[in-house]
T-cell receptor, first 109, second 114 residues
């Protein structure tokens, strides 16, 4: 079983749509969680950290369910500029940050 | 503020040779991480350095090694290069070794082994 699993997509959505990505992780001792965004041929960039209580940053909402070892990212009112690969990242013991393979989002006009 | 810088941008080597990749973290960042991203695959954790020491290592053979210098810059060495080592190598830095300190990535070094 992969340490961090994501649906690879692609998710093709129209502008203005709401889209949700899911991610599961295998190590129950994992300490922290993040969503990163990677544009084509670019380096990954931090989108947001994920907290147990859930957190929101503008149009983006992240949720964590430690019992189910499940992380989600919700994007509301999708923009063309949201098109990218979204990487679920889990910090296992010893600062080993494990990246999921990514979920591709394509927002179309 | 300057970001994470990596050099060279591209590196072409032949099988069996050695490659050296360099990384300068963001000023004030003490932790440096190395990742491999092969074509079509996700990022694979290679190494984590903090305060000059190797703190953790991914599932890579010993021919992947590195070090961190007193100024916190870092070097990744890959010995006895194999064709499957061809990949984008990304360096990242973080402000501290805290488990919730996010990573800031450089643009990467694209290594091609022929």
């Amino acid at each position: 079983r992969k340490e961090v699993e994501q649906d690879p997509g692609p998710f093709n959505v129209p502008e203005g749509a709401t889209v949700a990505f899911n991610c599961t992780y295998s190590n129950s001792a994992s300490q922290s969680f993040f969503w990163y965004r990677q544009d084509c041929r670019k380096e990954p960039k931090l989108l947001m950290s994920v907290y147990s209580s859930g957190n929101e940053d503008g149009r983006f909402t992240a949720q964590l369910n430690r019992a189910s070892q499940y992380i989600s990212l919700l994007i509301r009112d999708s923009k063309l500029s949201d098109s990218a690969t979204y990487l679920c990242v889990v910090n296992e013991y010893g600062n080993k940050l494990v990246f999921g393979a990514g979920t591709i989002l394509r927002v179309k006009s | 503020e300057a970001g994470v810088t990596q050099s060279p941008t591209h590196l072409i080597k032949t099988r069996g040779q050695q490659a050296t990749l360099r990384c300068s973290p963001i000023s004030g960042h003490t932790s440096v991480y190395w990742y491999q991203q092969a074509l079509g695959l996700g990022l694979q954790f290679l190494l984590w350095y903090d305060e000059g020491e190797e703190r953790n290592r991914g599932n890579f053979p010993p021919r992947f090694s590195g070090r961190q210098f007193p100024n916190y810059s870092s070097e990744l060495n890959v010995n006895a290069l194999e064709l499957e080592d061809s990949a984008l190598y990304l360096c990242a830095s973080s402000l501290s070794s805290s488990y919730n300190s996010p990573l800031h990535f450089g643009n990467g070094t694209r290594l091609t082994v022929t």
